[in-house]
């Protein structure tokens, strides 16, 4: 590190942190929007991206709290231990995001509780009465607000230090954005074909989606790279420059993008095959593209 | 009325008093990096750091005082300069760590000391990096983070702090920050005076709101390893989050325009 800079040392809890909550982003608003724009023959689309959202929370929760250097006292993020009062600092991102996450837990597990109703699966009478109808609009609404918030909320966490890969330049928070989303929707896709859902529609609308996110990404990634200029060395030489050039663009973004838009590929589109390939390789990408920022960032690779 | 420090490296001598002083003080434990367990079991202390006096390296979380060593010119040309710094948190009045802690483990007293409040650290690291100066360190033997405290204990108690007490040139006076930099001032002068064309104050009121640690140079902040104009983390938030809102417009857009019902008919009726 330059100077007498510090790393924090964030490792493979937050890597993975970082992975699955813009997974658990990215699948909570393609639901969210089929909630409230979408028709009915998408819903099979918006219920799986709830239970991939409401999958991801175990391993978002855990990851946080392990990473901790005092594990137990996870909940200071929340109440401040002095008074046991809720104490945000608006200033710090991670303060804002333990809310976001806060709220995005709390309606992602209400979202998925009313799926469960809309399924039949859950037959209590109390939670059949709440969660149904008209509150899960509400919950669309502000838990994808809330998915915005956090599929960007953790690259605005890395500018908000001093070390230069992450603070040199302002897109990380756009960019960990549109990965969320292209692996959010990668796995709603493959959640859909490995359970073996009437695909329809659906897949043509999400993958015209994943095309837009995949394109974002790209871009801001090349961006951002010639916007850090030589402060980019750190990710563009050895081990990290191999995962980020070989694996976050090549493999994670540059392949999904020929197999789709390339006319060569037309008769492999749809298949089945080549959808389940395709969704892993967003999904590899996503996560080579977040070790390499975290963990190359700080010089750990 | 803030209560800090006058860190003169004009006549630092490089004792290093200041830091066992501190060691002392603050019950710290010796560095683990700085030491290797022989096959007898016995320690064996490995922090040569091969650079000139300096055997301490770093601020660490059980260094929290740090007697730098800059040697400059060389003896054969008959410039050779010596220059000691005796570094520490700098207590700054803008902090970038206290704004960033989600905890409010970090706390300004009612002395303008910075302090962590181990019973509130969870250890989320958060301000080990938002320190422009690399101050704050992680303690993985108790996972949480340690700084120098101002020795938060003694000048709540009317003394001065440890290093202050055992500085045996004076190079570090504790004391009212106001008064403090008057008598900064009026050494920059004399020091002008006698030749010392870049003597300077670093840390007056155009450093992070002023630091309450605050230094006489006699060069440049870089050549004892400080950033000339070190910045808040917080200036990165505004930039970063109207990126992300424009990100996050993109995606919702393709959102809407691959999901809502009207702009897909014709979609549908092909497929």
């Avoid at chain 1, 899960?136 to 809330?146: K, Q, S, V, W």
């Avoid at chain 1, 040199?168 to 359970?195: E, K, N, Q, R, Y």
């Avoid at chain 1, 050039?245 to 089945?272: K, S, Y």
Wanted: hydrophobic residues 45%; aromatic residues 8%.
């Amino acid at each position: 590190m330059p100077g007498e800079l510090q790393i924090p040392q964030w490792e493979w809890w937050i890597v993975l942190y970082f992975f699955t909550g813009g997974i658990a982003a990215g699948a909570y608003l393609v639901a969210s929007v089929i909630e409230l724009v979408g028709e009915e023959a998408d819903r099979p689309a918006a219920r799986m991206g709830y239970y991939i959202a409401f999958a991801m929370l175990p391993i978002i929760l855990i990851a946080l709290i392990l990473d901790l250097g005092q594990p137990l006292r996870f909940w200071h993020m929340i109440l401040y231990r002095n008074t046991f009062l809720p104490w945000p600092v608006w200033d710090s991102p991670m303060s804002v995001g333990a809310y976001a996450l806060l709220v995005f837990g709390l309606f992602s597990t209400l979202s998925f509780l009313d799926v469960l109703v809309e399924t039949g699966r859950l037959k209590w009478s109390l939670p059949r009465l709440k969660y149904s109808s008209t509150p899960r609009l509400i919950y669309a609404m502000i838990g994808g607000l809330a998915a915005f918030f956090l599929a960007s909320y953790t690259g605005v966490l890395l500018a908000t230090t001093h070390l230069p890969v992450w603070a040199d330049t302002p897109m990380l928070g756009a960019l960990f954005l549109a990965s969320g989303a292209s692996t959010g929707v990668a796995a709603v896709i493959l959640g859909l074909v490995a359970t073996g859902k009437d695909l329809g529609t659906s897949i043509v609308k999400l993958k015209r989606l994943d095309i837009v996110a995949l394109l974002l990404e790209l871009v801001l990634l090349v961006a951002m790279l010639l916007w850090l200029g030589s402060s980019a060395d750190i990710l563009l030489t050895g081990i990290s420059g191999i995962l980020l050039i070989g694996g976050a663009v090549l493999i994670g973004l540059v392949i999904p993008l020929v197999l789709e838009l390339f006319p060569g590929f037309q008769r492999f589109r749809g298949t089945t095959r080549m959808l389940v390939g395709s969704a892993l390789l967003i999904l590899l990408g996503g996560l080579i593209l977040r070790t390499v920022v975290v963990l190359g960032g700080q010089g750990l690779l | 009325m803030p209560k800090g420090m006058f860190v003169d490296t004009s006549i630092c001598i490089g004792c290093k008093a200041c830091q066992v002083a501190c060691k002392e003080w603050n019950d710290l434990d010796g560095e683990p990096d700085d030491f290797a367990v022989q096959p007898d079991g016995r320690l064996k202390a490995i922090n040569f750091t091969g650079n000139s006096y300096d055997n301490t390296g770093r601020l660490t979380a059980t260094n929290w005082r740090h007697v730098r060593f800059i040697e400059r010119g060389s003896s054969l040309e008959g410039n050779m300069a010596w220059y000691m710094m005796s570094d520490s948190c700098k207590h700054c009045t803008h902090a970038g760590c206290l704004d960033v802690c989600p905890t409010h483990a970090l706390m300004r007293t009612d002395l303008g000391n910075v302090i962590v409040q181990q019973d509130v650290c969870n250890g989320c690291r958060m301000c080990i990096s938002a320190c422009p100066y690399g101050v704050i360190s992680y303690n993985k033997s108790t996972g949480r983070v340690n700084k120098c405290t101002l020795c938060d204990d003694r000048i709540h108690n009317g003394l001065e702090t440890a290093c202050a007490k055992a500085c045996p040139t004076d190079s570090i006076v504790f004391g009212d920050v106001d008064e403090l930099r008057s008598q900064a001032r009026q050494r920059v002068s004399t020091l002008r005076q006698l030749g010392y064309s870049k003597a300077q104050i670093y840390g007056d009121d155009d450093v992070l709101g002023g630091l309450n640690v605050f230094y006489l140079l006699l060069d440049d902040p870089e050549v004892y390893g400080q950033p000339a104009n070190p910045q808040l983390p917080q200036r990165n938030l505004i930039p970063n989050s109207v990126w992300s809102v424009g990100s996050a417009i993109l995606v919702g857009l393709a959102a809407l325009v691959s999901f809502r019902t009207r702009l897909n008919r014709n979609e549908e009726v092909e497929a």
